[in-house]
Every structure is written in structure tokens, then in C-alpha cells.
């Protein structure tokens, strides 16, 4: 038995809202749309499958509810801050080799959006 692909699910009355952030902001593409589900994800794979478990957040923060690994977090924060979304934790280079920020997406849950130091 092998697990193949963790999924996270957020609720929402409205499953299309979710465009701005993930699809507009993050680049993610929708893979499957049947109107009360929309799932976005990026066009390849890049690691395994992951589920993390935590007391906070790493340097006092809360825990977020999703974390996402992008390639040039500085570019996504520019685009964030333009874009007008709450910014709950600026960018900040962290001791432990990431460099990130906390963003809260359209239904108030709060992302880590990283990338780690090369």
C-alpha cells in the first residue's frame, strides 16, 4: 500500500472564489471543476506526498493552515502586497533555511508561502 496524493479540501459556499488567490496569484491551474468542487494544481510534481503536524507556526507564529513552496517568493509577495491580500506575517528569511510570509487567502485561511534558501 503507497499513498499517491494528499488533497487539502476548504470549505466554501462558493468554490470559484478561489481563482484570485490560487489560480491568479499562485499560478495554479483548474484540473477539475464540477461547480461545488474546483481543484487547482501546479502542471507537474515535484515531491512526495506530505502532512505536517504542529504547535505553532516557527518563530512564535500561529500554525498555518496550508503551507505552498514556490520558486521566487519574492515575486509572489510583490504580487500579494499589490493585489491587496492580508499580509498576517511579512517576508522574513527564518534561521531553519526559508525564506517566507503569511498570507491569508479568500476564506480567511492563513498560507505559508516559502521558498527554501539554495
Same mark, same amino acid.
Given at each position: 500500500?503507497?499513498?499517491? &496524493? ?9 468554490? &470559484? /472564489? ?21 481543484? =487547482? *494544481? ?22 498555518? /493552515? ?11 509577495? *510583490? ?5 491587496? =491580500? ?6 522574513? /528569511? ?6 517566507? =510570509? ?17
Amino acid at each position: 500500500m503507497a499513498v499517491r &496524493r494528499i488533497v487539502a479540501n476548504i470549505a466554501t459556499p462558493n468554490p &470559484r /472564489d478561489a481563482q484570485a488567490f490560487y489560480g491568479d496569484l499562485l499560478g495554479l491551474e483548474i484540473v477539475m471543476d464540477h461547480g461545488w468542487i474546483v481543484t =487547482f *494544481a501546479a502542471e507537474e510534481i515535484l515531491t512526495r506526498p506530505q502532512v505536517g503536524f504542529a504547535a505553532e507556526g516557527g518563530s512564535g507564529t500561529p500554525v498555518p /493552515d496550508l503551507s505552498i513552496e514556490v520558486d521566487d517568493v519574492d515575486t509572489v509577495y *510583490a504580487r500579494a502586497t499589490s493585489d491587496g =491580500f492580508d499580509i498576517a506575517y511579512p517576508l522574513t /528569511d527564518e534561521p531553519w533555511g526559508v525564506r517566507r =510570509f503569511f498570507v491569508r487567502d479568500p476564506f480567511g485561511k492563513l498560507v505559508n508561502i516559502l521558498s527554501h534558501h539554495r
